[in-house]
């Protein structure tokens, strides 16, 4: 988010602080994000106890079991009773497991660049790997375009953003674009 300098010397007066209470809202807010890292951290590690339960689930001794037991599933059914998901997030959860810790770690370190409103989530990864595989990002290389200009704008009907990477691509997401420029460009003092 970016602020006038005359806004950004308003918080900072004591007594607007204090009065806000911005610095219980920063350490929440931090709290927040940081809930956030460490839940996509708990669904990767999650997602290596998946694959080893459906790997023993197909296995020999596994498909023994359950028809010792006199229990047939079918894929579908073992995530779905086991886990309780439904067939697509069980599937992406397996995929999730499978790719190479080369590609989470540029995923994660991306998102930790764009700080605490980086969205980390399972679809998301599973998009930026698909990216890799098919080479699709800047040069075909797999290294994705670093982003140059981001900004927000926080709109009463919801958050639009708008960012530019640097390979000249601009990406908009959100409702408000028209009043989010509108913004930007009457508060600009070319010269």
């Given at each position: 988010?970016?602020?006038?300098?005359?806004?950004?010397?308003?918080?900072?007066?004591?007594?607007?602080?204090?009065?806000?209470?911005?610095?219980?809202?920063?350490?929440?807010?931090?709290?927040?994000?940081?809930?956030?890292?460490?839940?996509?951290?708990?669904?990767?590690?999650?997602s290596?106890?998946?694959?080893?339960?459906?790997?023993?689930?197909?296995?020999e001794?596994?498909?023994?079991?359950?028809s010792?037991?006199?229990?047939?599933?079918?894929?579908?059914?073992?995530?779905?009773?086991?886990?309780?998901?439904?067939?697509?997030?069980?599937?992406?959860?397996?995929?999730?497991?499978?790719?190479?810790?080369?590609?989470?770690?540029?995923?994660?370190?991306?998102?930790?660049?764009q700080?605490?409103?980086?969205?980390?989530?399972?679809?998301?990864?599973?998009?930026?790997?698909k990216?890799?595989?098919?080479?699709?990002?800047?040069?075909?290389?797999?290294?994705?375009?670093?982003?140059?200009?981001?900004?927000?704008?926080?709109?009463?009907?919801?958050?639009?953003?708008?960012k530019?990477?640097?390979?000249?691509?601009?990406?908009?997401?959100?409702?408000?674009i028209?009043?989010?420029?509108?913004?930007?460009?009457?508060?600009?003092?070319?010269?």
């Amino acid at each position: 988010m970016s602020l006038l300098t005359i806004e950004r010397n308003f918080l900072k007066l004591p007594e607007v602080a204090t009065a806000l209470r911005l610095s219980e809202v920063r350490t929440i807010q931090r709290t927040i994000a940081n809930a956030k890292k460490k839940k996509f951290e708990q669904s990767l590690a999650l997602s290596q106890h998946v694959q080893s339960a459906f790997e023993w689930f197909k296995s020999e001794d596994g498909r023994a079991k359950f028809s010792e037991e006199g229990i047939v599933w079918t894929a579908e059914d073992f995530g779905l009773k086991v886990f309780g998901w439904q067939r697509s997030f069980f599937y992406k959860m397996l995929r999730v497991a499978s790719l190479p810790s080369e590609v989470v770690e540029r995923y994660s370190a991306q998102a930790d660049e764009q700080g605490e409103d980086a969205q980390r989530s399972i679809e998301e990864l599973l998009s930026y790997a698909k990216q890799v595989e098919e080479g699709s990002e800047e040069g075909g290389t797999g290294e994705r375009p670093q982003i140059i200009l981001s900004l927000v704008f926080n709109h009463p009907d919801g958050k639009t953003t708008i960012k530019i990477n640097d390979a000249g691509q601009v990406k908009i997401s959100g409702e408000n674009i028209r009043e989010a420029i509108q913004l930007l460009t009457s508060s600009i003092n070319l010269q």
